[in-house]
């Protein structure tokens, strides 16, 4: 029997998990491979007023994976991050406007590291209105797909950058800004990704800027119908936060975006990122 209580939300994306504390989560050894399997299952778990503390909620994560400490400096506790839209608190909030459109993380990382495999937020302030985060699940996506499609698009390679995830929120922008952007350098990835597992899923979102090959128009509005498509209505959880939740998701299967909010508001959530050990292939 599972150690944990689990309720999907949807049919095909999030669970509720009950009859957790977090001392359990930060201490007990089961919990980490139960958390892992049932994220594979899920996409999304969702632990209702949990109330993890930062240290707690790293401890909690060093338990599922390595974690990322590359954008350590912005809290106390290593291994947190806060994403917030209030400058005085993330000197990168500029970035985090493009987390509105519908992303894997991980898909234009600096180096050649894998997408991180599992992000955990939880909430320490929340948006009086807006700020929900939305899931699609891309294993769903592919499965969608008809045969001749799977066939199709089987072979499609797609070239993933900063600069087409950044230019949807910032489209006109200063030439220093662009070519920040632009020294991130690119990553072509597969539009099909086939896991370790076996199962499929869709690589989509707001960094995939082109299809090698096709004509770029053609290529754009393809993109953009499987995104589409994956994220209609009845195929999306939607996280309405109360301060206390703590929400992890599996970028391997899941695409997500933060629903816009009040620049002014004070949404804050606290961030750790478990890495990754497997490409996109
Ligand atoms: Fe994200």
């Known amino acids: ?8 939300l949807t049919e095909s994306v999030g669970a509720e998990v009950l009859g957790v504390d977090s001392d359990r989560l930060a201490s007990d050894d089961a919990l ?17 007023g949990l109330g993890l503390n930062p240290e707690a909620q790293v401890a909690f994560c060093g338990r599922l994976g390595e974690i990322d400490h590359s954008s350590d400096g912005h809290h106390r506790v290593a291994g947190i991050y806060p994403v917030t839209l209030d400058k005085s608190k993330n000197a990168s909030a500029d970035y985090l406007r493009a987390t509105f459109d519908w992303h894997i993380d991980g898909c234009t990382p600096v180096g050649d590291t894998v997408p991180q495999m599992a992000t955990v937020l939880s909430a320490k302030h929340v948006a009086q209105s807006g700020g929900e985060t939305e899931f699609a699940n891309s294993y769903a996506a592919y499965d969608a797909l008809s ?4 066939k199709r698009y089987g072979s499609l390679r797609v ?11 910032t489209p006109d922008p200063a030439p220093e800004v662009l070519a ?12 099909v990704w086939t896991h370790r597992s076996g199962r499929k899923s869709l690589v989509l979102g707001a960094s995939a800027d082109y299809v090698v090959g096709l004509d770029r128009e053609e290529g754009t509005a ?13 195929r999306v959880y939607s996280h309405t936060w109360s301060v206390g939740d703590t929400v992890i ?3 391997r299967g899941v695409l997500h975006r933060a629903a816009p909010y009040d ?6 959530m606290l961030r750790t990122t478990v890495l990754g050990d497997e490409p996109i292939r």
């Open 1 to 8: 029997m599972s150690v944990l209580t689990i309720n999907k």
């Open 32 to 48: 980490g491979a139960a958390v892992l399997h049932a994220l594979e299952d899920n996409g999304v778990l969702v632990f209702p």
């Open 147 to 150: 045969d001749a499609e799977k």
């Open 159 to 169: 070239v993933h950058s900063l600069e087409a995830s950044q230019r949807r929120v």
């Open 180 to 191: 920040k952007w632009r020294s991130r350098r690119t990553h072509t990835h597969p539009l």
């Open 222 to 234: 393809l993109l953009a119908e499987l995104l589409d498509r994956a994220t209609l209505p009845g």
């Open 249 to 251: 998701w599996d970028n």
């Open 263 to 268: 620049p002014d508001s004070p949404r804050e």
